[in-house]
Nanobody
Framework: EVQLVESGGGLVQAGGSLRLSCAASGLSFGDYVMGWFRQAPGKEREGVSCSASADGSKYYSNSVKGRFTISSDNAKNMVYLQMNNLKPEDTGVYYC??????????????????WGKGTLVTVSS
């Protein structure tokens, strides 16, 4: 059974940084696309950043490109999202997700099969 557990959310001022972590179990990183999604209050969930360790491909949404960085530690089955220069519009619940045998762009845009419970990020102005 695939399990994803996020951590690292919190309250930060605009311009600050946070690093989210996702501990994954029950899967082999080489077979999966891993990603981060977020859902802001009153809005639909959106793909923020996704990556595939099998070929190193990565996707970033336009709203976070240049500010967020996705990375992974395959030995530890961990996925990270480094978020810099945070803005109030980055506020939301951030979810770690995994999808087997998919393309990075497709999975990040259309969603994935496996989800964590989320961690709340609040950016104050």
């Amino acid at each position: 059974e695939v399990q994803l557990v996020e951590s690292g959310g919190g309250l930060v001022q605009a311009g600050g940084s946070l690093r989210l972590s996702c501990a994954a179990s029950g899967l082999s990183f080489g077979d999966y696309v891993m990603g981060w999604f977020r859902q802001a209050p009153g809005k639909e969930r959106e793909g923020v950043s996704c990556s595939a360790s099998a070929d190193g491909s990565k996707y970033y949404s336009n709203s976070v490109k240049g500010r967020f960085t996705i990375s992974s530690d395959n030995a530890k089955n961990m996925v990270y999202l480094q978020m810099n220069n945070l803005k109030p519009e980055d506020t939301g619940v951030y979810y770690c997700a995994a999808e087997r045998d998919s393309g990075v762009y497709y999975a990040c845009v259309h969603g994935m099969d496996h989800w964590g419970k989320g961690t709340l990020v609040t950016v104050s102005s």
